[in-house]
């Protein structure tokens, strides 16, 4: 019985499965009361549904989830601002036959750009809060290539036969709006994180739109735009579309928090930044070949930006790969071969100023345990939080590194034998004080042994390493969750 009312709850239909099934069914609708001229209000109503159910979705998830609420109210906002335009403009059109340009109507179709790139940034800063540099450049690599053909075919054009400089301004701000959601659009798109189902619902949005709003300005500029064309079809569905999104299970993991520092270099990505880069030059080459005139300042200026930008995004890989060879990838910290050649570096440098120097050789007690009960994955999150607490235990300038798999090591620059070892127990005392979460509601108790050596009593780097170990060994054999100090290379280690 339970397992049959599990299988109906599984098929029971969704919000976001009623706002996709009710797109092509509201757009149909609406072509039909068009084709056949009833109903005018009607025929309204089927237009600004969409904009209403995207809005009323966004309200609805804001409702349910507290950490979703200020995206969802600005979401919400640009919705409301795009219908309550809608429907000024349709009452113009039937009060007055023909709607002036610009209308009241204008405030609150360019005002809901603002609102969504609000949103869409929140989203953004929710995902990566630090500064993902690399989304960043990419993002502007993009947008400067699109402003570019913006520029040279909608927005000089659109001025150049706009009568008055209040009607060109209103006239500009709507590509410029399109340009502002491309650049937050391709950041978000871009950027670290996960690729939630809902995340590409509102990729699938942001797409439809400005390819709606692109071809508005061509057929505006030619003259050749009537209302209920084809456009409000694509318009509408982009609507339906996000507010399937916001609604959608995935929502949340929207602004789920990503762990990659930056996100991979693929070839798809590259071949997307490779086509933005070559806008301005192709622009120009086939503005040459068709005997048109472009704005060659303006080509020659957004040639030198995109060259200086994947300037910066290469210089951005170099560095990203160079980080990669000495960054262990699940916890963040410095990799073995970091770590020798720093010690290799500081001995030398102790030696020639007459300074101590000290090492940890640390390793998680019964770690094969902790996977075996829990899992790799409750292993990694222990050892997640092993480094995490080593970070914070250690002072700083001490040099933290992964050195084998449940193994870490600690440099303990100009660090006297007793100050190495009050070191090393805060760091036993810290790791065992709390249990780590492995799961959900799981928790483990973990502690660590530690091996400590130092010089000058170690001769050489080779020595210092080895001596560090034998303590770890020992501190081992002592029962772990121990200290034990190396005092010289031959002799036996002692347990503190």
């Not at 609102?115 to 947008?143: E, K, N, Q, V």
Request: glycine share 8%; net charge positive; proline share 4%.
């Amino acid at each position: 019985m339970t397992n049959a009312v599990s299988a109906v709850a599984a098929r029971r239909i969704a919000g976001w499965h009623v706002c996709l099934a009710a797109a092509p069914l509201a757009i149909a609708a609406y072509y039909l009361l068009v084709h056949f001229g009833l109903w005018p209000g009607t025929q309204v109503a089927l237009y600004v549904s969409a904009n209403a159910t995207f809005a009323a979705c966004a309200l609805v998830t804001a409702r349910r989830n507290r950490e979703l609420r200020p995206i969802m109210l600005l979401m919400a906002g640009s919705a409301l601002a795009g219908m309550v335009a809608d429907i000024t403009f349709y009452f113009l059109a039937l009060v007055n036959e023909e709607v002036a340009y610009p209308s009241v109507a204008d405030i609150g179709y360019l005002l809901a750009y603002p609102l969504m790139a609000a949103g869409l940034l929140l989203i953004i800063r929710r995902r990566t809060p630090g500064w993902d540099g690399a989304s960043a450049i990419d993002a502007a690599i993009i947008a400067v290539g699109a402003g570019y053909l913006v520029y040279e075919y909608i927005i000089g054009p659109t001025v150049s036969v706009t009568p008055g400089t209040f009607t060109k301004l209103v006239s500009a701000a709507y590509p410029v709006g399109d340009l502002m959601l491309i650049m937050v659009g391709a950041r978000l798109v871009l950027g670290a994180g996960p690729r939630s189902f809902a995340l590409r619902l509102v990729a699938g949005y942001l797409g439809t739109v400005l390819f709606a709003d692109t071809f508005y300005s061509v057929q505006s500029l030619n003259g050749t735009y009537h209302v209920a064309n084809f456009l409000d079809a694509i318009w509408m569905a982009g609507c339906f579309m996000f507010a399937a999104a916001v609604i959608h299970p995935s929502a949340a993991e929207m602004i789920t928090q990503s762990n990659a520092v930056t996100p991979d270099a693929t070839t798809s990505r590259l071949a997307v930044l490779a086509l933005a880069a070559v806008t301005a030059p192709a622009s120009l080459l086939i503005q040459y070949v068709t005997d048109r005139r472009p704005h060659v300042i303006a080509a020659a200026a957004v040639c030198i930006v995109l060259f200086l930008l994947v300037l910066a995004r290469m210089a951005g890989l170099v560095r990203a790969q160079r980080l990669a060879a000495i960054t262990d990838g699940l916890t963040g910290l410095r990799s073995r071969r970091y770590f020798e050649e720093a010690l290799g570096n500081e001995a030398a440098r102790a030696g020639r100023n007459g300074l101590p120097l000290g090492v940890l050789l640390l390793d998680i007690d019964h770690f094969k345990r902790v996977n075996d009960t829990y899992g790799h994955a409750g292993g990694d999150r222990v050892l997640v939080e092993v480094t995490h607490r080593l970070r914070e235990l250690v002072r700083p300038g001490d040099v933290v590194a992964r050195y084998g798999g449940e193994e870490f090591a600690v440099l303990l620059p100009a660090t006297s034998p007793t100050e190495a070892l009050d070191i090393a127990e805060r760091v036993r005392r810290g790791v065992a004080a709390a249990p780590i979460a492995v799961g959900d509601g799981q928790l483990a108790r973990v502690s660590v042994s530690v091996g400590v050596a130092g010089m000058p009593s170690s001769a050489t780097v080779g020595e210092l390493v080895l001596a560090a170990d034998r303590a770890l060994y020992a501190a081992k054999h002592a029962g772990r969750n121990q200290v034990a100090v190396a005092e010289r290379i031959t002799g036996s280690p002692l347990a503190a």
